[in-house]
């Protein structure tokens, strides 16, 4: 069985230059419109930008509000997979998503959800500082464990 | 139309009309965009003899096909005028998001024209575009203006705006956008202030459509790539920032200082990139659609220089630190954030101080001018000349007409750091030869962003020459002004030359406007474009003669450093330029050299 892998984002590197946002709209509707993505990057006042996207979530709420089964947990992917064609246009998803991180479309007619590209997310390969990266499951915090650990070292007087 | 959005908005402020009207492809496809497309209308409207702070002097927003694209750093725009500083045709370039936002809301430009009776400013909302009163506004900062604006449209609206130098018609008032990006130099926030115009905001929910997505992600990945492992454009810009180059040009022996008095600061190292992340940045930012992120958010803590912002750029760290002899950083810092707020050109600002310190030692200024006595080295004097600027009280209101006015006032322009009234950025034209020659040729005046021979002469990208030598001098500026051009034009960041070269930036292009651009088509519009501008410059009264620098740069010797002893030779290269520019003995594009541009048709008003 093939690893799980997870889109991993991670906002200390985010520079705000927004080409997540571009390959996401260009790998699903051929444009360049970072209204159109599924990605989003909010910067705060204090200038720290946070790239924002589906989290997949193990129980998601979208797809338990969800009364035509058009948002559902892929089990085998780990997806929460969108079937635009059971879609009535209710929305209830965008009010149960704790995370705002999915949204609705009256001209397009769907949501706008993250589908990892199937397994190959645009976002991630032009993200040139790797806040955004797609990464094997287990390795999603590995970064960071290191970083604290680094920071243990530097609290026992030891050189990194 | 891909790429282009192929909507253009015309705004009659005299009249308060809002018009629609189709992008000319004609122009587009010859001049791309951004600046060589505003130029291009521009010449088509207005009289190179125009006043510039009059209502028939026009203002030009302009973006690119590449902006809004997703590729290097593709986030900037380009407003094109006739300067009120410099008297020539003015363009400045600017990055942020504000470029790309207005692409999404469909228009590929804006051009102001006329006076509007009352403050106003342009709301575009997609296809809802309005003018709206900004009496309320007027007066006020550049963040007050930003919020308030945004507060009034959308939380998402993008604004650039003047402060109340441009409200003044103050000559080194600049458009700032995003809040802390500008569109610095030639004093077109002055020609925005003429017209009653305080701000720009614009949100926009739709499309630009490139030709090809697949080559359009392919090339992105390429060019990302390739810049990342540059040496310059992925590593030491991403580090440091611009401020890198303090020490790298400081040990080259060309870092102007105390009003180019001499070509080394001895402390420079206190101003420069590395000092700055030790001790004032807060994080790293890219503008849209940028790999490179040259941009630090940077904090002071320091009471007396308290403040939140962006930048210093190199630009800014020299002009308020080695030109004016200062090396405490925080000052600078704090400097920097007081044009940011007030939208002032830092460059000119910062060497007008300079030369208003110099002038002071020689005794030319007294005391009872400026109110408190000055000198070179004093960082809160430093400060506080800037803070009167950018209120414009007592000599500020001087110092933000720029050092030609404020040495003319004094009696003596020699003073003045400057070449077609433009003040002179941070490299010394006795100790890198190249760059002095693109400042007295460049077309808006001292600009080291129209033609950066800094790249060869001192970074040895693409390949290192020798920066004491006048060697081949003219082929680098004549070929870096041209690439410069098309890349101005293409709505793409000069820095991607860190990195990139014509055939990458032809390759996006044609990706994404599906036309098929190559490195030799788009360098030819580049000269087309800057041949263009020099024709406007020669109409507009500018002359050969003006082709020079400021006269310490040939008599005054570099004291200190690689380059002690040494003079700019401008006018040994000039003529070698010229020549190769296919230009006369006078400077003036020769008829066989406007056809092989296709400008011999070309009308003035």
Not at chain 2, 414 to 429: F, H, R
Not at chain 2, 461 to 475: G, H, M, N, R, Y
Not at chain 2, 533 to 538: G, P, T, V
Request: glycine letters at 10%; hydrophobic letters at 35%.
């Amino acid at each position: 069985m093939s690893k799980k892998k997870v889109l991993l984002l991670q906002p200390e590197k985010c520079v705000d230059c927004h080409n997540c946002q571009l390959a996401c709209s260009l790998a699903h509707e051929g444009v360049f419109s970072p209204t159109k993505s599924c990605i989003s990057v909010l910067a705060s006042k204090l200038k720290f930008s946070v790239p924002l996207t589906c989290l997949q979530c193990k129980e998601p709420a979208c797809a338990t509000v969800c009364t035509t089964g058009a948002l559902s947990k892929n089990q085998e992917t780990g997806r929460v997979d969108y079937d635009k064609s059971k879609c009535i246009g209710c929305r209830l998803c965008v009010a149960a998503c704790p995370f705002g991180n999915i949204s609705y479309s009256t001209d397009a007619g769907k949501v706008y959800k993250c589908d990892t590209c199937d397994g190959d997310p645009s976002c991630a390969k032009v993200c040139p500082t790797g806040a955004i990266s797609w990464v094997d499951e287990n390795e999603e915090t590995l970064e960071r464990k290191k970083v604290i650990s680094e920071k243990l070292l530097q609290a026992f007087g030891m050189e990194v | 139309m891909n790429a282009w959005t192929g909507k253009v908005l015309r705004v009659n402020l005299t009249k308060g009309l809002v018009e629609v009207e189709k992008l000319n492809f004609d122009f587009a496809k010859n001049y791309i965009g951004g600046r060589g497309l505003g130029v291009r209308y521009f010449v088509n409207e207005v009289s190179p003899k125009v006043d510039p702070l009059s209502a028939e002097n026009k203002l030009i927003f302009a973006t690119g096909p590449l902006t809004g694209c997703m590729g290097a750093s593709t986030g900037r725009y380009e407003v094109v005028t006739k300067s009120p500083l410099t008297g020539t045709i003015a363009g400045s370039n600017s990055g942020g998001h504000f470029g790309p936002e207005l692409k999404y809301a469909g228009y590929d430009m804006v051009i102001f024209e006329g006076k509007s009776p009352k403050p106003v400013y342009l709301s575009i909302d997609d296809d809802k575009v309005e003018l709206r009163s900004a009496e309320e506004l007027w007066g006020k900062d550049v963040p007050t203006t930003t919020d308030t604006i945004v507060q009034a449209t959308s939380p998402s609206a993008k604004v650039c705006c003047i402060g109340l130098a441009g409200e003044k018609m103050a000559l080194l008032a600049c458009i700032m956008n995003d809040k802390d990006r500008a569109a610095g130099r030639t004093g077109l926030g002055a020609v925005m202030g003429s017209k009653n115009l305080k701000a720009i905001a614009v949100h926009g929910t739709g499309n630009v459509i490139p030709a090809d997505a697949k080559k359009a992600l392919d090339v992105t990945i390429d060019v990302i790539g390739k810049l990342k492992a540059h040496p310059v454009g992925g590593t030491g810009l991403p580090t440091y920032g611009t401020n890198i180059l303090v020490n790298i040009i400081n040990e080259s022996g060309g870092f102007p200082t105390r009003n180019f008095t001499d070509a080394q600061f001895a402390t420079a190292n206190k101003i420069g990139g590395e000092s700055l992340a030790d001790k004032q940045l807060v994080k790293k930012k890219s503008c849209f659609g940028c790999p490179i992120s040259c941009g630090r958010v940077c904090k002071v803590t320091n009471e007396k220089y308290a403040g939140y912002g962006e930048g210093p750029e190199y630009e800014s760290a020299w002009s308020f630190g080695g030109e004016c002899g200062v090396d405490n950083l925080d000052a600078v810092v704090k400097a920097n954030f007081i044009c940011n707020e007030n939208g002032l050109d830092t460059i000119s600002i910062g060497s007008t101080i300079g030369c208003l310190m110099e002038m002071y030692e020689a005794g030319l200024v007294k005391k009872e001018d400026i109110g408190f006595e000055i000198g070179f080295g004093d960082e809160e004097a430093m400060v506080k000349l800037v803070s009167m600027a950018a209120n414009l009280e007592g000599i500020g209101k001087l110092i933000a007409q720029g050092s030609y006015r404020l040495s003319e006032k004094f009696g003596d322009t020699s003073y003045s750091m400057s070449v077609k009234k433009l003040e002179m950025p941070a490299y010394d034209p006795r100790a890198i030869q190249g760059i002095g020659l693109n400042y007295a040729t460049s077309n808006n005046g001292a600009a080291h962003v129209r033609g950066y021979t800094i790249s060869p002469e001192v970074l040895g990208v693409p390949q290192k020459i020798d920066q004491f030598t006048t060697e081949a001098k003219e082929v680098w500026v004549k070929g870096f002004q041209d690439l410069t051009a098309c890349i101005d034009s293409s709505g793409i960041c000069l820095f991607t030359t860190f990195g990139l070269g014509a055939p990458e930036i032809a390759d996006q292009l044609a990706a994404n406007t599906g036309l098929d651009y190559t490195a030799d088509s788009i360098v030819a519009i580049g000269e087309r474009i800057h041949n263009l501008e020099r024709l406007f410059n020669l109409k507009a009264g500018i002359t050969p003669a003006d082709d020079t620098l400021p006269k310490r740069m040939f008599e005054l010797p570099v004291i200190t450093g690689p380059a002690k002893g040494n003079t700019s030779k401008v006018k040994e290269m000039l003529p070698a330029y010229y020549k190769l520019r296919g230009w006369g003995n006078d400077g003036i594009p020769s008829k066989d050299k406007l056809k092989e541009l296709e400008l011999s048709e070309i009308k003035f008003l």
